[in-house]
């Protein structure tokens, strides 16, 4: 690895105008793992260069995560027959331009990159029974008109708040904006008790958009019946525990819950979906 | 990557002012205010890529617009033969979680700044931070002054309302600034440049609190302004000052009723080495800092 790339590129791929699907590693409900896994499973992504971590993240030793020693990875997938690159990374900790700018020259010197999409997922008070939105920020008014189609929300106005700072998602877009390299966030809000287990519904919004979008033919009959399973784990809890049910009701009403009450209700369910309902 | 100008005036005899956000945020309120006061013109900018991570977005109607950087920009002011170039450090670069830079990025940023002082043949750099000391809120504060060089000291003790740190009980001299502001006097005696850090006193017991210390900008920007050789309006803080005073007295009067007699006491202190007894002792001075220190202890465990 030299100082100023810092890449190990492991073969190179044959690509003319790809595209790049990023995804981080730990966002709620695993969005960004679940979503890049299930895209490399699918269309057989082959791991060919990652960003080595010893810049961006604290080599102090390792996180422990469910048992398991924890090391962060940024690797690259390349998607044979679908011109389609998949980003699979950790949020870095520090040197983020840097990092940044090493996955945009990935893209550009080895993709042939046409345009991004970074995955995000927001936490979101309503209930699981509502349906998933799909917003889309795109990096150019001329990258928002090629969204025009599809079903997704494309009039987001937002500011950051005092004392928030700005995704990196957002810097990302910036960044290829500087490069010319079309780029769309798509985010999609979880609920706030699926967010430290899974959601496979939310999973199935973003999926279907790329699926559409990037003519990728995947069929997700396995993802349905994830979906199914999922719905019914939830519903079996309602009902065996009427607490569970009552908070659910208030929030499908579009009533608040207290702070305590958002903590039981994440609790009863990450218990819930850990043992299989 | 580096030093972004948007002109290049010729300048005659300049110094460099400096300051990034530290306790009290006292050095940058002073500078800014001059700044802002003698009306400067923009001269450049150090990229911010290298340093910080951005500290806004603007998303409008599903497109970004924008994203924001912390600035790090230099401003100039012609002053007749002793021009002034200023330098404004929206924060500090820092790695990790820490709150002062240090390390890799601190000595890029301070030698940065040090291009631009060379480039506009700057003689002389002033920086500006806090002084935690052990004082009442209702005094004022006095400015602590650190030159670079041994030949600056005669100068700095002609100064109104400052004292050296050998004039500091129990310091004989020594000390530590931490963060850029300290850093870019270091930098600045390696390649040769001569600067004085002026540091305005904060009372102890307020350094933890999120307030701005304007009194301790004021007496800064007085000895600044003295340095600089330019008339600066020094009133133009006491609006803000007595805002603040305000907030500090309703903070002062939830502090317990004994730790704030002994606080009352540092009304009485004179901190430059005291030709007699002073009115509280060396064993009294730490009884006080301890009771504060174990009452933010407290403040912070409870919420």
Same mark, same amino acid.
């Given at each position: ?18 595209c790049l699907v990023l995804g ?7 969005l960004g793992?679940?979503i890049t896994?299930y895209l490399?499973?699918k269309l ?35 998607c044979?027959?679908h011109?389609m690159v998949v ?28 345009e991004l999409y970074a995955l ?14 799909l917003?889309g ?10 969204l025009?189609?599809y079903?997704l ?31 769309v966030?798509l985010?999609v ?14 999973r199935k919004r973003v999926l279907s958009f790329l699926n559409e979008r990037l003519r990728l033919r995947i069929?997700f009959?396995?993802l ?54 | ?104 990025? &601190?000595?890029?940023? &301070? ?193």
């Amino acid at each position: 690895m030299n100082e100023g790339y810092p890449v190990t590129v492991y073969q190179e791929p044959d690509l003319q105008q790809s595209c790049l699907v990023l995804g981080w590693r730990e966002d709620a409900a695993n969005l960004g793992r679940r979503i890049t896994d299930y895209l490399n499973l699918k269309l057989k992504g082959q791991r060919f260069a990652e960003i080595e971590p010893e810049v961006f993240f604290p080599m102090g030793g390792v996180a422990i995560k469910d048992n398991v020693a924890r090391f962060p990875e940024s690797k690259f997938y390349v998607c044979p027959d679908h011109e389609m690159v998949v980003l699979q990374t950790d949020s870095p900790l520090a040197e983020w331009y840097k990092f940044l700018s090493s996955v945009l020259d990935v893209a550009e010197r080895h993709c042939r990159i046409r345009e991004l999409y970074a995955l995000g997922a927001m936490i979101s008070f309503s209930a699981h029974t509502s349906p998933r939105q799909l917003l889309g920020i795109a990096n150019s008014v001329e990258m928002k008109e090629t969204l025009s189609q599809y079903d997704l929300n494309r009039d987001v106005d937002y500011q950051t708040r005092p004392g928030e700072r700005p995704t990196l998602n957002s810097y990302l877009l910036w960044l290829a904006r500087e490069r010319n390299i079309g780029a769309v966030s798509l985010w999609v809000p979880i609920p706030f008790y699926l967010a430290p287990t899974e959601d496979a519904q939310a999973r199935k919004r973003v999926l279907s958009f790329l699926n559409e979008r990037l003519r990728l033919r995947i069929d997700f009959c396995d993802l349905d019946q994830e979906i199914r399973r999922q719905n019914e784990q939830l519903a079996r809890a309602r009902s065996r525990f009427p607490q569970v049910d009552d908070y659910i009701n208030r929030l499908e009403s579009n009533l608040m819950l207290s702070e305590e009450e958002n903590g039981e209700l994440i609790k009863k369910m990450e218990d819930v979906l850990r043992e299989g309902g | 990557m580096g030093i972004r100008l948007c002109q290049e005036p010729r300048l005659e005899n300049p110094i460099l002012v400096a300051s990034w956000p530290g306790i009290g945020n006292i050095g940058i309120i002073a500078v800014d205010t001059l700044r802002g006061m003698l009306g400067a013109e923009e001269l450049g900018q150090i990229e911010p890529w290298e340093f910080f991570y951005p500290k806004m977005v603007l998303i409008r109607k599903g497109v970004l617009e924008s994203l924001e950087f912390p600035g790090s920009r230099f401003y100039f002011k012609r002053a007749g033969g002793g021009d002034i170039v200023f330098f404004i450090g929206e924060e500090q670069p820092t790695e990790g979680a820490r709150i002062y830079a240090e390390g890799k990025k &601190a000595y890029r940023m &301070a030698d940065l700044v040090l291009d631009v002082a060379e480039r506009f043949q700057c003689r002389r750099i002033y920086t500006s931070g806090a002084a935690v000391a052990l004082i009442h809120h209702t005094t004022k504060p006095r400015v602590w002054a650190v030159p670079n060089s041994e030949s600056l000291i005669p100068e700095v003790e002609g100064y109104g309302n400052t004292v050296l740190m050998s004039d500091i009980e129990g310091r004989g001299g020594h000390g530590n600034i931490t963060g850029l502001n300290g850093l870019l006097l270091g930098v600045a005696k390696k390649r040769g440049v001569e600067a004085i850090c002026l540091m305005g006193e904060i009372p102890v017991y307020l350094q933890g609190l999120p307030l701005s210390y304007p009194k301790a900008s004021k007496s800064v920007l007085e000895v600044l302004s003295d340095g600089l050789k330019v008339q600066a309006d020094l009133n133009t803080l006491d609006e803000l000052d007595q805002k603040v005073q305000q907030r500090v007295e309703e903070f002062y009067q939830q502090i317990p009723s004994e730790i704030r007699g002994q606080l009352d006491r540092l009304k009485q202190v004179s901190y430059t080495q005291p030709t007699e007894p002073g009115p509280i002792t060396e064993e009294e001075e730490k009884k006080i800092l301890e009771e504060v220190e174990s009452f933010f202890k407290k403040q912070a465990e409870g919420g």
